[in-house]
């Protein structure tokens, strides 16, 4: 794996948290921590009518040997800031390396040796440890019972405005959507909490 030196181009520090500090860099080992890498000179065409590696951004997180791939999410990058969500990992830390244009960028471009980092750890996995009933008919309410890292849904309410709070997004149950809120008077259905939430299947099917 080469590495080249492109003018311009450098690699601050990567973080979990929007506008976070390098030691803020830890996540889920089950994937899909939104990670914010920040620097200069990264490739701003990532729309190209004519997608190509030699018109935007990629990101990989490597460990000795392995390399995985960094799902990019365009829609947040700029010159200065790229973000993508991090596959299932090992638990462990992982150098986190740019590409530009096709083109990996030399660790001799970041701020710091280890300025660029990822750490994956099971701690910081959302679990369910119960979901009841197991069994009923469709549109019910189902109670999940967990460790959600979480107690937060839309960043309106009170504690859950700021970026280094997370939010759940949303809830599915066999790819059909469990909704949090009732529709009729937009209010949840219970209190949420980090541990404990209820849900509506909406689901027709049995």
Same mark, same amino acid.
């Given at each position: 794996?080469? @590495? ?13 948290i929007?506008?976070?500090? &390098?030691?803020?860099?830890t996540? @889920? ?5 939104l990670?914010?890498v ?17 018109? @935007? ?39 986190? &390396?740019? /590409? ?14 280890? @300025?660029?980092t990822? &750490? ?24 999940? /019972? ?21 939010v759940?997004s &949303?809830? /599915? ?20 909490n980090?541990t ?11």
């Open positions: 794996m080469f @590495s080249v030196v492109i003018d311009a181009t450098t690699v601050s520090h990567a973080t979990t929007k506008g976070g500090s &390098r030691e803020q860099n996540g @889920s080992s089950e994937g899909g921590t990670l914010w920040y620097g200069t000179g990264f490739a701003q065409n990532a729309f190209s009518e004519v997608p190509s590696k030699n018109t @935007s951004n990629s990101v990989k997180l490597t460990k000795g040997d392995n390399t995985y791939d960094c799902q990019m999410h365009i829609e947040k990058v700029t010159d200065t800031q790229l973000t993508c969500y991090t596959p299932a990992l090992p638990p462990g830390q992982y150098i986190v &390396r740019v /590409y530009v244009e096709g083109n990996l960028i030399d660790l001799s471009q970041h701020t710091y040796p280890n @300025s660029a990822f &750490r994956s750890t099971q701690s910081n996995a959302p679990r369910i440890t119960q979901i009841l009933p197991q069994a009923g008919l469709p549109q019910r309410l189902i109670r999940l /019972y967990g460790y959600f890292k979480s107690k937060c849904y839309l960043r309106e309410f009170d504690g859950c405005s700021g970026s280094d709070v997370p759940i &949303r809830i /599915y149950v066999g790819g059909q959507l469990c909704n949090l809120i009732d529709p009729d008077g937009g209010v949840y259905y219970s209190n949420l980090s404990q939430l209820t849900c509506r299947f909406e689901s027709n099917e049995v």
